[in-house]
């Protein structure tokens, strides 16, 4: 496609390498929960102790955004029901870690597993007058243990990038229906949510309603149940069963095959844009996408493919997983389960937040300085250079994109960690650079020097205290590498 039109422009999606067999929550369960029995040999996705909604953002992100101009992004959209922070702008920190203009607008979505559809919905039927929109839908909402939900929640995040120039796919129609039909809720300060019964959900609720409402969006097309080349459905796993078979009963629309269910579960707000990006990831230019999201209503997007994406960063992340074996672990790494962690873990996770301000660009945008005059790269950034002693020639430096390479590493049983062992030491970066990381997902003994590395968005710490998290950058095992 040559000719610049309004459209999804890039997207990626992200998950947490870890996953839970079904069937090993099963067996710690059954003895209450006989019922849960899994069908099949699945898993579900859930986040390790230092990630969350705000770290899966940001890997969604710049999944999207590789190879595109972040200058053009005009306005950063945060769709979620699990953000963190009430009072603190979480699209906000979401910006600064993918080094976005601080001129972006940023906003949070949430309160419905529909913000994300909906917000979609509007960027692509109205353009922004500015630039690029990055839209990006993340939640990371836990469960009880030996509970339904545990079995069929996932966590994850996914990017959509709108706005002018050679898009992927283009909106055809849409229709949207709000009803405050209550088939579950969780209330403000409260961890789980609170579920009915699954069928009366189904029929009452939603059967008839998605229906009438896919029809509306096709009619907005111009297109015939037998049109459609992929049906994405957002929706827990029995209820988007059911709404398949009624569509492709009563429409002729059949299902695209997805791996979400088996392999990730349902990620609440993320789960639209899951499933459009796995449907993209499918098809071939000319075909046609519905995508339908359900919560306390419906979103039906028709979408038009001009070209699938040419990456696939969803289906890479589906296959880039690593299963718990132990099922306690999962509940402590979860905080589901509180463990004697020791008087090592007796520490202050204050945060200095004025020094925070000072520092915020190398914290979360983790930028140092490349001497113009040596071409030396450094981390912090400083006045002075330390290869060359020039004053004031550092010009800001990104390292989150680079590779690093393991220089040194210790594997340290006694210092505290909430998955032990901590492991920390010396990351080159070239040019120079040499910064002392914390690793994430790495097992012991994994670890090799020279490895090739690569940056992730993490959670440095948790202040319990004052309910302040830290976010920092943690090396991982570039994929491909020494088993990683």
């Not at 979480?90 to 910006?95: C, E, I, M, Q």
Request: net charge negative; proline share 5%; with cysteine.
């Amino acid at each position: 496609m040559t000719d610049s039109a309004h459209g999804i422009l890039a997207v990626g999606g992200f998950l947490p390498r870890s996953r839970l067999p079904r069937r090993l929550a099963y067996e710690a369960n059954r003895w209450f929960a006989p019922a849960l029995k899994p069908k099949g040999d699945t898993r579900r996705s859930f986040c390790d102790w230092d990630e969350d909604t705000l770290t899966m953002a940001v890997e969604a992100g710049r999944a999207c955004l590789s190879g595109h101009d972040t200058t053009a992004v005009a306005a950063l959209e945060l769709a979620s029901t699990s953000l963190p922070f009430a009072d603190r702008s979480n699209a906000g920190v979401v910006r600064e870690a993918l080094d976005l203009s601080p001129a972006a607008g940023v906003e949070d979505k949430t309160g419905s597993l529909r913000a994300a559809s909906a917000a979609l919905a509007r960027a692509l039927a109205a353009p922004a007058a500015n630039g690029n929109t990055l839209l990006v839908g993340s939640d990371c909402v836990d469960a009880k243990p030996a509970s339904t939900q545990e079995m069929s929640f996932g966590h994850g995040a996914c990017a959509v990038l709108v706005g002018e120039g050679e898009p992927i796919a283009t909106l055809a129609g849409a229709a949207s229906l709000h009803q405050d039909f209550v088939d579950h809720y969780r209330a403000s300060g409260e961890r789980f949510e609170y579920a009915l019964e699954p069928r009366w959900a189904r029929d009452a609720g939603y059967r008839e309603q998605v229906v009438a409402t896919v029809g509306e969006a096709l009619e907005d097309a111009g297109l015939q149940g037998e049109d459609v080349s992929a049906l994405a459905i957002s929706a827990p796993g029995s209820l988007a069963g059911a709404v398949s078979k009624s569509l492709a009963r009563t429409m002729g629309i059949s299902p695209a095959e997805s791996r979400l269910e088996s392999e990730v579960g349902f990620c609440g707000a993320a789960q639209p844009l899951l499933a459009l990006v796995e449907a993209l990831e499918s098809v071939a230019a000319g075909d046609s996408i519905v995508l339908v999201a359900l919560g306390q209503g419906v979103d039906v997007l028709v979408l038009g493919v001009a070209h699938p994406p040419a990456t696939k960063s969803l289906a890479d992340a589906i296959a880039d997983a690593s299963n718990e074996t132990n099922y306690t672990r999962y509940l402590a790494l979860r905080g589901l389960l509180p463990l004697e962690t020791g008087i090592r873990s007796e520490r202050d996770n204050r945060t200095a937040l004025s020094a925070f301000w000072r520092k915020h660009e190398a914290v979360t945008a983790f930028k140092g300085g490349l001497c113009s005059a040596c071409n030396t790269l450094q981390f912090p950034a400083t006045r002075i250079c330390v290869s060359c002693g020039a004053a004031d020639t550092q010009v800001p430096t990104r390292l989150a994109d680079r590779v690093g390479t393991v220089r040194s590493f210790t594997e340290d049983w006694l210092a505290y960690t909430p998955k032990p062992p901590l492991v920390f030491g010396n990351v080159g970066f070239g040019d120079g650079a040499n910064v002392l990381m914390e690793f994430a997902n790495v097992e012991p003994g994994q670890l090799e020097v020279g490895m090739p590395l690569t940056m992730r968005f993490r959670i440095k710490d948790l202040d319990d205290r004052r309910h302040f998290r830290r976010y920092f950058w943690k090396p991982v095992p570039l994929e491909g590498s020494a088993d990683a």
